[in-house]
């Protein structure tokens, strides 16, 4: 090769050469899909929804889209958003309701049923842990078979109707300003704050 070819070459630079374009184009399709799949994963870009199915957490239109609203506090709750996790057990909280509708709002994994904390057993032997629980709502206290009748309500929407064992021990919790204590007769819900 002579000189003068030599210099026209390298007088072009890396973007006028076909590697160079190829490797340019290359990396801007990959920055370009990188933001995409960003976009996509975050939820700005509804990527192959096309707006006619509902999703797993949506209602009919007009229903009520926050828990509580236009619905009893016992009702079933809404179900989890698609994407939202809960609240982690270690800092949830929970709701002591009274059967004269007062409340105590105390740390979730102190609350104790049964004696015991962390679960909920009920009389057909299937024992839960409260970490997957929404709510309990107690219909009837039975002393003479240390049990309740009621609702319990999991995170996940799922309903139970057996009757939860209660060995007749009172409901308790721990607060910030100490221990809290419920008799079974006064008790009617716990509500998990996730």
Same mark, same amino acid.
């Given at each position: 090769m002579d000189e003068t070819a030599k210099g026209e070459q390298g007088d072009k630079g890396f973007w006028h050469t076909a590697?160079? $374009?190829i490797t340019a184009v290359a990396a801007l399709i990959t920055a370009l899909g990188g #933001? $995409? =799949?960003i976009l996509v994963q975050s939820g700005v870009i509804d990527w192959g929804n096309d707006g006619q199915q $509902?999703?797993?957490?949506?209602?009919?239109a007009g229903a009520a889209d926050s828990e509580g609203e236009n619905r009893p506090e016992d009702a079933k709750p809404v179900p989890e958003q698609a994407g939202t996790s809960p609240v982690p057990w270690d800092r949830a909280d929970a709701d002591l309701v009274r059967r004269d509708g007062t409340s105590t709002t105390v740390k979730a994994s102190t609350v104790a049923l049964a004696c015991t904390t962390g679960s909920l057993q009920f009389e057909n032997g299937q024992q839960i842990s409260l970490e997957n629980v929404r709510s309990i709502r107690f219909d009837a #206290?039975?002393? &003479?078979s240390a049990s309740a &009748? =009621? $609702?319990v309500t999991l995170l996940d929407g799922q309903e139970?109707?057996?009757p939860i064992y209660t060995w007749n021990c009172p409901v308790w919790a721990q607060n910030k300003l100490g221990r809290v204590q419920i008799e079974l007769g &006064? #008790?009617?819900l716990v509500k998990f704050n996730r």
């Open positions: 590697p160079g $374009l #933001i $995409l =799949g $509902l999703s797993a957490t949506q209602g009919p #206290i039975y002393m &003479d &009748d =009621g $609702l139970l109707t057996d &006064d #008790i009617r």
